[in-house]
């Protein structure tokens, strides 16, 4: 079997948050020092020759993801119980990974059913006060609300129609196309 590649293309990004105590001075340090800042000329190329400064320092001392990254988890009905548990999951499992004994093992099969216990209980209970949220009136505009946001997730934006009228004027909705 063939590992399949995802189609999303992997972008790297530079780790701006590392941004803080001694890495800031270094950064700062780097961009005084490297900074051409007492050019003369255009405002708009002045801006650019410093923004591609401070990037290509930033790339340097922080340095850039490998791209990719993690989806977004649907996390909006967590509750403290939910993170004790998984919390305790994720240290039986490191503990697990550094040592396989029937003791560790145990422990985490335990952990894991405890969090799967507490996520399907905070997940039930959390959809079921939004179902009775959404029964009211004020409900109602959640919904249409929640609607335009699955509506939004799923469209395609790998094809972007756009025709110009002989006005030069660029047409963008469906029917004006």
């Known amino acids: 079997m063939r590992a399949r590649r995802s189609k999303q ?9 590392k941004l803080k105590e001694e890495m800031a001075e270094v950064f700062q340090g780097r961009v005084i020092v490297e900074g051409s800042w007492n ?18 320092v930033a ?15 649907d996390t909006w009905w967590w509750n403290e ?17 550094l040592d396989r004994s029937a003791d560790n093992i145990e422990k985490y099969k335990v ?23 959404l029964n009211t009136k004020e409900g109602e505009k959640d919904i249409y609300r929640m609607a335009r946001v699955r509506e939004r ?6 094809q972007v129609k756009f025709i110009k009228d002989d006005m030069d004027q660029l047409l963008v909705k ?4």
């Open 111 to 133: 952990a894991k059913k405890i969090a799967k216990r507490a996520v399907s209980e905070a997940k039930g209970r959390a959809y079921e006060d939004m179902y009775q949220r």
């Open 9 to 17: 293309a992997k972008i790297a990004r530079t780790k701006w948050w």
């Open 153 to 158: 997730k799923t469209r395609d934006f790998s």
């Open 39 to 56: 050019e003369e000329g255009d405002a708009n190329y002045m801006w650019e020759k410093m923004a591609t400064c401070i990037r290509k």
């Open 81 to 97: 119980d939910v993170q004790r548990a998984i919390k305790e999951k994720k240290e039986c499992y490191k503990r697990l990974f």
């Open 59 to 73: 790339s340097e001392v922080f340095g850039m993801t490998r791209g990719g990254g993690c989806k977004t988890k």
């Open 174 to 177: 469906e029917d004006e196309i």
